[in-house]
């Protein structure tokens, strides 16, 4: 079983940029898309942005153009570069595999953006 930890959160004022991290445990980390995930207060938990294997990513339409999703297989790693960062992208943000199937959730990172 994988473990994930999520990290990099934090406040920001709309505009800002943060970079979250997740670092998996195990050596089948490299074998799966991964993805990032995030809920805010009162939603469902929604994809954000998904990475295959040989890095082809995608994108939810909300953080198209502002978020990058990449991943370090060496260091079992993936990321997401957050630009121009919204109100409305507060949540608490999560990576997962990018499927139906998950591994168990980790903490996740708490994202504020307030001015």
């Known amino acids: 079983q994988v473990q994930l930890v999520e990290s990099g959160g934090g406040s920001v004022q709309p505009g800002g940029s943060l970079r979250l991290s997740c670092s998996a445990s195990?050596?089948?980390?490299?074998?799966?898309?991964m993805a990032w995930y995030r809920q805010a207060p009162g939603k469902e938990r929604e994809v954000v942005a998904s990475?295959?294997?040989?890095?082809?990513?995608g994108y939810a339409d909300a953080v198209k153009g502002r978020f990058t999703i990449s991943r370090d297989n060496a260091k079992n790693m993936v990321y997401l570069q957050m630009n121009s960062l919204k109100p409305e992208d507060t949540a608490v943000y999560y990576c997962?595999?990018?499927?139906?199937?998950?591994?168990?959730w980790g903490q996740g990172t708490q994202v504020t953006v307030s001015s």
């Open positions: 990475i295959t294997l040989d890095g082809s990513t």
């Open positions: 997962n595999r990018a499927a139906n199937v998950f591994w168990s």
């Open positions: 195990g050596s089948s980390f490299r074998l799966y898309f």
